[in-house]
């Protein structure tokens, strides 16, 4: 009897080692530190559907408040509606914004550093020595599946990475698969699926660590998930047929 025990225990132990093993992120990292070149990071491409948000500074603030009188309306991580709109300068399918005093400007295919420098070019026709500040005011992505906070998060900054969108989320949950993350991205005029595995360090040299707009992370739960939902929906169904099974025995007394 007592080796029937120690054989349990040890089951016990080695299966929980095994699912404790599918955890930990970056499992083949070096336990010492060290350090690689970023190579995998491209500037964002702007596209038509993209909002603009420009700001323009200038030795006569007054002139630039056609720019800037509405920019305190956009606000990170707001939900997106009539009542909340974004505000900014849309880009159409022609790949032109229409900014006062200048026109149309051509911006589809431009990173917004460059986009931002030819705004600022064709201005100083009209203001002295602007300063034009540039972003992507409708930057957002989704999140789902098995994280703490799934949601639809406006990114702020467009070199962020899906480990920070998913820190964003709460983190994954301790049942979700992390070498099994699908990141669904529309590029090219397809929709794209791709795995990722959180496990590896090569996530970091992956072209997909960074987000584009409109990408969506799903997370898969594992099948304990699953398993411990199934156990609880097993156990009330017992439990119903239990007590309705009761009831037609006291009827049937009565």
């Known amino acids: 009897m007592k080796k029937l025990a120690l054989l349990f225990c040890g089951l016990l132990l080695l299966s929980a080692c095994g699912s404790y093993k599918k955890i930990p992120y970056y499992q083949d990292l070096n336990p010492q530190s060290s350090s690689q070149a970023i190579n995998n990071y491209k500037p964002y491409i702007i596209r038509a559907k993209d909002i603009l948000a420009i700001s323009v500074m200038s030795r006569n603030p007054d002139a630039a408040l056609v720019f800037n009188s509405n920019l305190s309306n956009i606000k990170g991580?707001?939900?997106?509606?009539?009542?909340?709109?974004?505000i900014g300068f849309m880009v159409?399918?022609?790949?032109?914004?229409?900014?006062p005093y200048i026109g149309a400007v051509k911006v589809d295919g431009l990173t917004p550093d460059e986009a931002r420098?030819?705004?600022?070019?064709?201005?100083?026709?009209?203001?002295?020595?602007?300063?034009?500040?540039?972003?992507?005011?409708?930057?957002?992505?989704?999140?789902?599946g098995d994280v703490l906070r799934p949601d639809v998060y406006s990114l702020q900054n467009e070199q962020t990475s899906i480990t920070q969108l998913l820190s964003m989320?709460?983190?994954?949950?301790?049942?979700?698969k992390r070498n099994n993350v699908l990141l669904?991205?529309?590029?090219?005029?397809?929709?794209?699926?791709?795995?990722?595995d959180l496990t590896s360090k090569e996530l970091f040299n992956s072209p997909y660590y960074y987000l584009?707009?409109?990408?969506?992370?799903?997370?898969?739960?594992?099948r304990t998930k699953y398993?411990?939902?199934?156990?609880?929906?097993?156990?009330?169904?017992?439990?119903?047929?239990?007590?309705s099974m009761i009831a037609i025995m006291v009827t049937a007394i009565k």
């Open 77 to 86: 991580n707001t939900m997106i509606s009539p009542d909340n709109p974004i």
């Open 92 to 99: 159409d399918d022609t790949g032109n914004i229409y900014l």
């Open 117 to 144: 420098k030819k705004i600022n070019e064709q201005l100083t026709s009209v203001y002295k020595d602007p300063v034009v500040n540039l972003r992507i005011a409708n930057f957002k992505v989704a999140v789902y």
């Open 169 to 176: 989320a709460g983190d994954l949950n301790i049942t979700a």
């Open 184 to 196: 669904i991205r529309n590029e090219g005029g397809e929709r794209k699926f791709i795995r990722v």
């Open 212 to 222: 584009r707009n409109n990408d969506e992370v799903y997370v898969q739960p594992d």
């Open 227 to 243: 398993a411990s939902v199934d156990r609880g929906y097993r156990n009330t169904s017992l439990l119903i047929s239990a007590l």
